[in-house]
């Protein structure tokens, strides 16, 4: 062959690794190297699974023990009697809690109710952002278990100030 004539067996020799070299990091780079980080990633989800089905099936054991413990507090949650004093108490309490925080309540209303039991307030306020960050944790920690389902904070130009839009759930004892 020609190339017997320009290379010595040596040259040749160390031409062929070269070559074999080269299409052993092409196929590993362009077969094996993403089936591997495919196993890699699968193995992860896998593993991140496994520790959920974990967590939950611990849960779930201890279901009847916070059955048992909610059953025990139940009673002494002031859940509303009536519709008119549920919403006079809920607003109430959400002002409580918003002056304890030190926000400004611009606009509070309740949502009308469509057939469902669960109550939903629209808040709209004004503060600043550990004040709102201490307003969050106040109503999510509540004992009148309010939720808050969606909020939205704006800021104001020219001023330290943010306006806060929330809208706010109570538990009902149907949900």
Not at 80 to 95: M, R, T
């Amino acid at each position: 062959m020609i190339m017997q004539k320009f290379l010595n067996k040596r040259e040749q020799l160390m031409l062929y690794l070269a070559i074999g070299v080269m299409a052993f990091a092409a196929v590993f780079n362009l077969l094996l190297y993403p089936l591997l980080q495919r196993n890699d990633t699968l193995n992860r989800e896998i593993n991140l699974a496994r520790s959920k089905l974990k967590n939950y099936s611990r849960l779930l054991s201890q279901k009847d023990y916070i059955m048992h413990r909610y059953n025990t507090f139940a009673p002494q949650l002031k859940l509303p009697q009536d519709n008119e004093s549920g919403i006079v108490s809920s607003l109430s309490e959400i002002e409580n809690l918003a002056k304890a925080s030190r926000v400004h309540i611009i606009d509070i209303r309740p949502q009308s109710q469509k057939g469902g039991s669960a109550l939903y307030i629209d808040v709209r306020a004004e503060a600043n952002l550990e004040s709102f960050l201490r307003f969050i944790y106040e109503i999510e920690n509540s004992l009148s278990v309010l939720k808050i389902k969606k909020f939205q904070l704006n800021s104001r130009s020219g001023s330290t100030a943010l306006e806060g839009i929330f809208i706010i759930s109570q538990f009902s004892a149907a949900d």
